[in-house]
């Protein structure tokens, strides 16, 4: 067998699973190319810059950029970034595992992007501010929904959850692909959002041109990463209908191997 392939050795009637060594999944996980070091060099930058730089525990507005910065400047691409890697890698634990880390980010970066909404929510009904009332509000409050939205469709997709029972099976494959695609457009309106911020008054104050112009190149490196990663042959990942995030959905047994 390949060295990267495990084969475990399992008593007659057991179950053999076959998967990747721990090595293997770190080196398919890493950043390889400018492309890939692009994004999460970008999502590292904008999720400690932002807070570093904006982020005053006695001032109530600074609460929503610095939470915004960490949701869908940091965790939500770096959560896709995780599971756009883990595609390539045959169903099994390790696979598994990465696709839990990517769960697990983006429920982070929901419970940060509910904290700088509702920061930013009671920072106007305090200053006697009409809400919603701009495109980067109007925006935003998208972005929330698709947000919260695409969360719901990825947690019906974990049959571990025990939600993907209340799906009928002809319907599964359709979850998965509007999870994912509910997900790209958050993404897409979560950059435009905070591209629109960036040269806000309130931002101005606290940064100089050169570290907002940073920030913008950020947003536009994440971006551009997770499009290239997702359009990339393969990238895609529809993989088999009806067939869980989990890989737990659908396995087929092929000897007492499950694959």
Not at 22 to 35: N, Y
Not at 141 to 162: D, E, H, K, M, V
Not at 209 to 229: E, T
Request: aromatic share 6%; net charge positive.
């Amino acid at each position: 067998a390949p060295p990267h392939v495990r084969v475990m050795a399992v008593p007659p009637g057991g179950r053999v699973e076959l998967g990747v060594t721990t090595s293997a999944v770190v080196t398919r996980l890493g950043p390889t190319g400018i492309v890939e070091w692009g994004l999460v060099a970008g999502a590292l930058f904008l999720g400690v810059s932002v807070p570093i730089t904006l982020f005053d525990e006695n001032v109530l507005f600074s609460y929503h950029p610095s939470a915004m910065a960490m949701s869908f400047g940091s965790l939500m691409p770096l959560g896709v970034f995780v599971t756009l890697k883990a595609r390539s890698l045959p169903p099994g634990h390790a696979k598994l595992n990465l696709m839990w880390t990517h769960a697990g980010a983006q429920v982070l970066a929901s419970a940060c992007a509910l904290g700088g909404f509702v920061a930013i929510t009671a920072n106007k009904a305090i200053s006697g501010k009409k809400h919603f009332v701009t495109a980067h509000a109007s925006l935003g409050l998208l972005t929330l929904f698709l947000t919260f939205f695409s969360l719901c469709l990825g947690a019906l997709n974990f049959q571990r959850l025990g939600l993907l029972r209340l799906v009928p099976e002809r319907f599964r494959h359709s979850v998965k692909w509007a999870h994912r695609r509910c997900g790209a457009v958050a993404l897409v309106t979560a950059g435009v959002t905070i591209l629109s911020a960036v040269d806000h008054p309130a931002v101005e104050k606290l940064s100089g041109p050169f570290l907002r112009g940073a920030w913008k190149l950020a947003v536009v490196g994440v971006g551009a990463g997770v499009v290239k990663m997702g359009t990339r042959p393969g990238g895609s990942g529809e993989g088999k209908k009806g067939r869980a995030e989990d890989g737990t959905n659908k396995s087929v047994r092929n000897n007492g191997v499950e694959r």
